[in-house]
């Protein structure tokens, strides 16, 4: 029953780019084709999942074992950098395409918020290894509906006459305040049954 | 080699009589019942709340326009539209200014910001709202009841609060006429069908989405209320849902082109209506689900293209 | 000399403002201005941060072997915020809080490492210096223009001090998620429309 309360949390009630403000970067930049964001948002999946499970593990094997819990930021962001460049090389070898489309932001994905930030949270929500690894994946999907959403209302928007001073980013961050206000409706959404 | 006589002339070829004014004022048209309704149980001050919306809109658009250098298309009624349909969803007792500041923001941000007339992708009357609602809640739900004005909860709130007790909740008929607390123009069931087969019968909305949204509505709330069929009727009468289905989700613009589409789209709003009113915080979902499948639309429509002439499926 | 030094300072400020013209931070942009205060806060780390990196970095440039510079920046950052998060939680614990994990945060915030990578590691560290402080007090600049807005219109108080009277209706969505959005859009979109007109002039 936790995991479908994490899974629902994650993506609609506690989104990542609606509610929490992780990962806006990517989101702006990446959500101007849907197939790329969708490309973005999956990549980001995995990124989170293994992150999640991997700091973890660092988090109560290593650094609270030698009583070094200051150095969880250092450790974590270097787990993160390491990750995403193994998954930049998955990626350059099994979809060239994709890895061309997604350019300098496969590599920015170890500077997006949100990974970093679900691996910090999963240590303060005092998770354990298993709803660390549910929670990074179900804030993913969150980051993935977002970016997948913005993106199809950006490819409508693409024949909009919008007005110069809006075009780019004023009108990305509107529009992302107009979705976010919908998002509103999933609070406290089940929340006679969720245990979180 | 006998030469062909062409004879050309400029498109378009085929013409209609629709012009977006007549599309515009016809829908107006089409919410007078409603709006007389609101009138009749609320008082003047429905109706003062309706023309500061409609005043406020017009406004907006008429100085906007002629800052950015456009051409000023006021005369085209649909920010009087907006207007109206925003006013209709306000609680009577709102303070006055909020219709003004809500059709301020819909015409200048939810449709101007992104190109006007035909290029939103929200409903800007239901957005406005939506962000009335989060701006000042406790102004947004003051209900009194029609005619003597006492102060009330909607049906939906009732229900909400507790486990539905016949005695307490309005009867059926009450609601279909209109008799309960509620925005100024969604009590009034009856006057907003009677608008909607009028709008239907001038083939100004596709009966899809309308049934497609109450249809699952009446379904869902049958199976998951505590009445069954009675429960698919109250959820039917109470709240936005008759107002939102006829007149808010049916926007061209903002909902999916293709039949198939539509299905989905309000198939689509019934389901999250539901699940708001029954299992989320708020009483009621219509709006956020109205907004929240006009941002899925765009996609619906992606995946709903119907084939090209002569294109063959692959296999 | 002195040109050279406060061209890099007014660079930062205005003319490349890592937030507003950059569009850079974005994630803390919306978290952290709900209230001025929380503005000033973040921008005082992250200047503080900025500048301290910039300088190791820019002092360590001829050392730091290329193909590995990215991890070395990142480690050299990521020391200096886990500084200021030991520093705010003993000294300014309730602000500790509410910033909570933008803190941390503030090492993946990409002014820092675009700085680290296009300036500090190709300038002398003085300059360096200087370009941390022109940055770092843009982004605060910012931060707290944008939080005005919402502070002001969401809760009628700037820095905590009400301004507005007793009967302002605070329009609640603007210290929440959507508000900071439209906020920041809207702010961003007025700032494009100054620039695109001293363009045009």
Not at chain 1, 166 to 189: E, R, V
Not at chain 2, 208 to 234: H, K
Not at chain 3, 7 to 20: A, D, Q, W
Request: with cysteine; proline share 4%; charged share 10%.
């Amino acid at each position: 029953m936790q995991f479908v309360s994490i899974l629902i949390a994650g993506i609609l009630i506690n989104n990542f780019i609606f509610v929490k403000f992780l990962g806006i970067c990517p989101f702006l930049g990446v959500s101007q084709k849907v197939e790329t964001a969708v490309g973005m948002g999956v990549a980001v999946t995995f990124v989170m999942t293994v992150a999640s499970g991997v700091t973890w593990l660092i988090q109560h094997y290593i650094l609270e074992q030698f009583g070094i819990p200051f150095m969880q930021t250092v450790a974590f962001i270097l787990v993160v950098a390491a990750l995403v460049q193994f998954v930049e090389m998955v990626i350059q070898k099994v979809s060239p395409t994709l890895y061309q489309a997604l350019g300098v932001y496969l590599p920015l994905i170890t500077t997006n918020c949100a990974v970093l930030g679900v691996t910090v949270l999963n240590i303060q929500a005092d998770y354990n290894f298993f709803y660390a690894m549910v929670n990074g994946f179900a804030s993913a999907l969150g980051f993935l509906l977002a970016i997948t959403l913005m993106a199809g209302v950006r490819e409508k928007l693409a024949f909009s006459s919008i007005p110069k001073a809006l075009q780019g980013f004023p009108m990305a961050f509107i529009t992302a305040g107009l979705m976010a206000m919908a998002f509103y409706g999933f609070q406290g959404l089940f929340k006679d049954f969720l245990i979180l | 080699m006998d030469e062909l006589k062409l004879i050309v002339q400029a498109p378009p070829h085929i013409r209609s009589p629709l012009t977006t004014k007549k599309i515009m004022f016809t829908v107006v048209l089409a919410l007078i019942p409603a709006a007389s309704a609101g009138v009749v149980f609320f008082g003047m001050r429905a109706l003062l709340h309706m023309v500061l919306s409609i005043a406020s809109a017009v406004i907006t658009e008429f100085v906007l326009q002629r800052l950015l250098r456009k051409k000023v298309t006021i005369s085209d009624g649909s920010a009087v539209l907006t207007g109206l349909l925003l006013g209709m969803n306000l609680p009577v007792t709102a303070p006055l200014w909020i219709g003004v500041v809500g059709s301020a923001f819909a015409i200048s941000i939810v449709k101007h910001a992104f190109g006007g007339l035909g290029q939103n992708f929200m409903n800007p009357a239901l957005a406005a709202r939506a962000m009335l609602m989060a701006a000042w809640p406790s102004q947004m739900v003051q209900w009194v009841t029609p005619l003597d004005a006492i102060a009330t909860a909607t049906p939906l709130a009732i229900a909400k609060a507790g486990i539905p007790d016949t005695a307490t909740l309005p009867l059926l008929w009450d609601m279909f006429i209109g008799f309960i607390g509620g925005s100024i123009g969604e009590t009034s069931a009856l006057a907003l069908l009677v608008g909607g087969i009028y709008l239907i019968y001038k083939e100004l909305i596709d009966y899809r989405i309308p049934l497609a949204y109450l249809g699952t509505v009446f379904i869902l709330a049958s199976v998951f209320g505590a009445d069954g069929l009675n429960s698919g009727i109250f959820h039917l009468l109470a709240g936005g849902v008759m107002i939102g289905a006829i007149f808010m989700a049916t926007d061209y613009v903002t909902s999916p082109s293709t039949a198939s589409g539509r299905w989905i789209y309000g198939i689509g709003c019934g389901l999250i209506t539901i699940m708001i009113r029954f299992w989320g915080s708020y009483p009621e979902g219509v709006s956020f689900s109205i907004l929240l499948m006009n941002i899925v639309a765009p996609l619906i429509e992606r995946f709903t293209v119907p084939r090209k002439f002569g294109e063959v499926k692959k296999k | 000399m002195n040109n050279k030094y406060l061209k890099t300072l007014t660079n930062g400020l205005v003319t490349e403002n890592p937030l507003f013209r950059l569009v850079l931070g974005t994630c803390p942009a919306l978290a952290v201005t709900s209230a001025v205060e929380n503005g000033f806060w973040m921008g005082v780390m992250v200047t503080f941060v900025l500048t301290c990196s910039n300088v190791l970095i820019s002092l360590l440039r001829k050392v730091i072997p290329a193909k590995i510079r990215i991890p070395c920046f990142i480690v050299i950052i990521a020391t200096f915020v886990t500084i200021v998060d030991l520093v705010m939680e003993a000294y300014l614990p309730a602000m500790h809080k509410t910033l909570g994990i933008f803190i941390p945060l503030i090492v993946v915030n990409c002014i820092i490492l675009a700085r680290a990578e296009s300036f500090a590691s190709k300038n002398a560290v003085a300059l360096s210096a200087v370009d941390g402080i022109g940055m770092g007090l843009g982004f605060m600049s910012a931060l707290m223009i944008v939080a005005t807005f919402r502070e002001i219109l969401g809760n009628g108080t700037f820095f905590g001090f009400h301004v507005m009277g007793e009967g302002f209706p605070v329009a609640k969505i603007m210290v929440q998620a959507p508000g900071a959005f439209l906020t920041l859009g809207l702010v961003l979109g007025a700032i494009n429309l100054v620039a695109n007109h001293k363009k045009a002039a």
